[in-house]
């Protein structure tokens, strides 16, 4: 006799594992059951009609899900002890779990099969190249490929109603498999702050700040038009666009076609991936195959005299506060020099080797700024570029800084910036200088420049960009991620500002980088007392 299960939605795992369980106890063979949800019976007479013994009468009533931790009973009669319980493990729980979220309907079939040949077939877990567990794991991995494009392509747009006291952020995404529901916790854990909703065809989920609903699906005129934070996020990924990392078919691989027409960002990808051949060959000829070194080696200045160059460089503002030593004799070129402070400084640590690293860099990169701007921001050390032209920030994370800046209404003008680290840290790999972290110790032999810096410019308050920064100025080791976002108070008394360094958002997840953008900029808005901007949102500017 055919039995015919109704189960009561696409993804009803409860309602399965009590048929099946019924099932298995009552010794019913795979063939003869089959299995339905409302979505497909609508469509089948087959499972719409009534049948003598037919199981479908009711949906599968739902029942509390034990927890996963120790083996599950999904009880069956097994041949030959038809009495003995089936036990699986965990695992395969979480298999069935996933496998059920696939959009093919012939899904309970597989996985009741799997079951009933579980408790039958004694070789079967040790057989992972069985046909039913193969399509079993294929099924799974393309749900989890399609949960992780869901997390990594949706993009919020922002709908602001004049009777809402918040902006709502809504999505249009199209998954392939029923995977609305085990999404939502994601977005409800990244986007706790915000109110959202995101539309599917057969789905739809809205966060109210403290509670998951769940409706029906939707249509994608039913999503709002592009917004201004979607311009903004176009002029992010064009900023963040590496042309000499473009592998087309890597990239299409990761970001299928399919999904473009909901990425705004798709539109970019054609001329950006047109234009890049030729940007990357400019980044090539521009990179050096040896370093371009200025400045001519010099015999290397120890400590003793690089106290006495910062002395000497204090003197040429101020003369009577002489305090020189007969050492400093081979630093009178620099400081006859028309110098400020700064300048002096920036010349004497040139010629710094108080550690190894100005040895293999072209050049000392000092921080730039007015001498009295108000506030001072601190990255960890030179990159390439910044090496090659002798000025901070003026390379990749120098540009995303540059349009964070922008956006918050501050200028450049208004800012000292400087570095932890005043010379370039590198690897050769072939002809390319890859950034390598200086140890604290490198770090700790350059914080007299900072210091010097710091008494020179007086800010009011001081950004700390990355954890080389933040430990230098607060001295001691700082969670970036966990201190971020906060005023801390430095041991010489100076304000600090933790965040983020702008690389950190470079080499991020790409699913990630839109809100953590958006994070950045709040904490650096943190500074917007100082520097004398208003404190409104810095996305909505
Ligand atoms: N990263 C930094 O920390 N500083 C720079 O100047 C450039 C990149």
Not at 36 to 42: L, R, V
Not at 170 to 183: D, L, N, R, S, T
Not at 207 to 215: A, K, Q, Y
Not at 486 to 493: D, K
Request: glycine share 4%; with cysteine.
């Amino acid at each position: 006799m055919l039995r015919t299960v109704l189960l009561s939605n696409e993804t009803d795992w409860p309602g399965f594992r009590q048929r099946a369980r019924e099932l298995l106890i009552e010794g019913v063979a795979p063939p003869e059951i089959t299995w339905h949800t409302p979505a497909d019976a609508a469509g089948d007479l087959f499972a719409a009609s009534s049948h003598a013994g037919d199981t479908a009468a009711q949906p599968a009533s739902v029942q509390p899900d034990p927890p996963a931790t120790a083996s599950a009973d999904i009880t069956t009669r097994p041949q030959p002890n038809p009495t003995s319980p089936l036990s699986v493990s965990p695992v395969f729980l979480r298999l069935c779990e996933t496998v059920m979220l696939h959009r093919d309907p012939g899904r309970f079939a597989l996985l009741y099969r799997l079951l009933w040949r579980l408790a039958r077939e004694a070789d079967l877990r040790h057989d992972p190249l069985d046909a039913d567990r193969v399509q079993a794991q294929h099924m799974a991995q393309a749900v989890r490929r399609d949960l992780h494009k869901m997390k990594a392509f949706v993009r919020f747009r922002q709908v602001v109603r004049p009777d809402a006291p918040e902006p709502l952020h809504v999505a249009w995404f199209e998954p392939e498999h029923h995977i609305v529901e085990a999404a939502a916790p994601f977005f409800m854990r990244r986007f706790a702050q915000m109110r959202w909703a995101i539309l599917t065809p057969e789905r739809c989920v809205r966060w109210d700040g403290e509670r998951l609903e769940f409706s029906p699906g939707a249509q994608r005129s039913d999503a709002p038009p592009p917004d201004a934070d979607e311009a903004l996020w176009l002029t992010y990924y064009r900023h963040i666009f590496n042309p000499a990392r473009l592998k087309l078919a890597m990239m299409q691989k990761e970001m299928p076609r399919k999904y473009w027409h909901n990425l705004p960002e798709a539109a970019l990808i054609s001329p950006l991936a047109a234009g890049a051949h030729a940007a990357s060959g400019r980044m090539m000829a521009a990179l050096p195959t040896e370093p371009l070194r200025r400045i001519a080696r010099t015999a290397p200045v120890c400590s003793a005299e690089t106290t006495a160059m910062i002395a000497d460089a204090r003197d040429d503002i101020n003369p009577s506060s002489s305090s020189r030593t007969s050492s400093i004799d081979a630093m009178r070129a620099i400081s006859s020099a028309p110098l400020t402070a700064l300048s002096a400084l920036k010349q004497a640590t040139d010629r710094c080797r108080e550690c190894p690293i100005g040895e293999h860099a072209t050049q000392s990169v000092f921080g730039e700024g007015p001498a009295g701007a108000v506030l001072m921001v601190v990255g960890e050390q030179p990159g390439d570029q910044e090496d090659l032209r002798g000025r901070p920030f003026v390379g990749p994370a120098g540009k995303l800084f540059d349009q964070a800046v922008a956006q918050l209404g501050w200028s450049r003008a208004q800012l000292y910036v400087t570095n932890a680290v005043k010379h370039f840290k590198f690897e050769l790999r072939g002809k390319r200088r890859i950034h390598k972290t200086p140890t604290q110790r490198e770090a700790a032999a350059c914080l007299h420049w900072l210091e010097s810096e710091i008494e020179q410019v007086r800010p009011r308050a001081i950004v700390a960009l990355g954890a080389t920064a933040a430990r230098a100025l607060l001295g001691r080791q700082v969670a970036v991620m966990r201190e971020r976002g906060q005023w801390h108070n430095s041991p010489r008394g100076e304000r600090v500002l933790v965040t983020l360094h702008p690389s950190a958002l470079l080499r991020g997840d790409p699913a990630e980088h839109e809100a953590a953008y958006a994070q950045w900029l709040r904490d650096l808005s943190l500074a917007n007392e100082i520097v004398g901007v208003s404190s409104a949102d810095p996305l909505s500017r």
